[in-house]
């Protein structure tokens, strides 16, 4: 009996005992990215001309989005056609 509280209080301070990957990126490419989101985030690097689509790019886009719901995306892809090339 003994033996199981012992048992549990070890597994329960086990994660305790695990250290933390410290703060801040661990890479320069990272470092990076993150400046760039944070730029995102702020706004600092907006244009500051608003861009305004006309009522015919609109049009056209709404279109595009329709003609791109016509076909159905399939449940799944026969590995002979990806694996064929496309030749039979």
């Given amino acids: 009996m003994k033996f199981h509280y012992l048992a549990s209080l070890t597994l329960l301070v086990l994660p305790l005992t695990a250290l933390a990957i410290e703060p801040g990126p661990s890479s320069k490419a990272q470092q ?18 608003v861009q305004r689509a006309t009522p015919t790019e609109r049009e056209l886009a709404m279109q595009r989005l329709l003609e791109s719901k016509r076909y159905a995306i399939p449940e799944k892809f026969g590995e002979d056609s990806a694996s064929s090339g496309g030749s039979k």
């Avoid at 990215?33 to 244009?47: D, I, M, P, R, Y």
């Fill in 32 to 49: 990076e990215t993150e400046n760039w989101l944070g730029l995102q985030v702020s706004g600092q690097a907006a244009s500051p001309t």
